[in-house]
T-cell receptor
Framework: GENVEQHPSTLSVQEGDSAVIKCTYS??????FPWYKQELGKRPQLIID?????GEKKDQRIAVTLNKTAKHFSLHITETQPEDSAVYFC????????????FGSGTRLSIRP | DTAVSQTPKYLVTQMGNDKSIKCEQN?????MYWYKQDSKKFLKIMFS???????INETVPNRFSPKSPDKAHLNLHINSLELGDSAVYFC?????????????FGQGTRLTVV
């Protein structure tokens, strides 16, 4: 089955700097890669996703890249702000008629003022 | 309107008891999930249902029994609760049907077994 590894587990960056979180997946059948943000005490919420037919996607300060050959994908946050502090999860999901979404272990991002 | 709602939000109970968590989604999705989030924040899939049918059971003890009376509901019953069952349980739903899409999560149920 699918296995998703995520690094680093914790990340602290100065406000205004960039943050990068990296993930690898094992199942070549995976074709959908969402990223979720979970603020303290709240539910995970989708912030951006990418499909296997796309190499990069950007939404304002957030961008994701996907390398299918190497089976890894990354989240880039530029110009970080205090409200970016949260736990971020990458995930991978294989194409099938009934899916499962497998999450990485999470990265706790802290933005230093 | 709440998209995915689960009740209760908090559940404190003694070891050995049986408890249930209810989940409902009004998004018309065909797939629902239960995830367990432990103290280290790891989100681990437990079950996946598609159109009321169990698709995935990820080596969860058989003390955990999901039930889906219809595709909008997925309840989780836990028998003989153990200390190690303490965690936050999230219900989620998504529309699969040929193209995977965003999973929407409920607000979570914090289960504490004492």
């Amino acid at each position: 089955g699918e296995n998703v590894e995520q690094h680093p587990s914790t990340l602290s960056v100065q406000e205004g700097d960039s943050a990068v979180i990296k993930c690898t997946y094992s199942d070549s059948a995976s074709n959908y890669f969402p990223w979720y943000k979970q603020e303290l005490g709240k539910r995970p919420q989708l912030i951006i996703d990418i499909r296997s037919n796309v190499g990069e996607k950007k939404d304002q300060r957030i961008a994701v890249t996907l390398n299918k050959t190497a089976k890894h994908f990354s989240l880039h946050i530029t110009e970080t702000q205090p409200e970016d502090s949260a736990v971020y999860f990458c995930a991978a999901s294989p194409y099938s008629s009934a899916s499962k979404i497998i999450f990485g272990s999470g990265t706790r991002l802290s933005i230093r003022p | 309107d709440t998209a995915v709602s689960q009740t209760p939000k908090y559940l404190v109970t003694q070891m050995g008891n049986d408890k249930s968590i209810k989940c409902e989604q009004n998004l018309g999705h065909d797939t629902m999930y239960w995830y367990k989030q432990d103290s280290k924040k790891f989100l681990k899939i437990m079950f996946s249902y598609n159109n009321k049918e169990l698709i995935i059971n990820e080596t969860v003890p058989n003390r955990f029994s999901p039930k889906s009376p219809d595709k909008a509901h997925l309840n989780l019953h836990i028998n003989s609760l153990e200390l190690g069952d303490s965690a936050v349980y999230f219900c989620a739903s998504s529309q699969v049907g040929g193209m995977n899409t965003e999973a929407f999560f409920g607000q979570g149920t914090r289960l504490t077994v004492v």
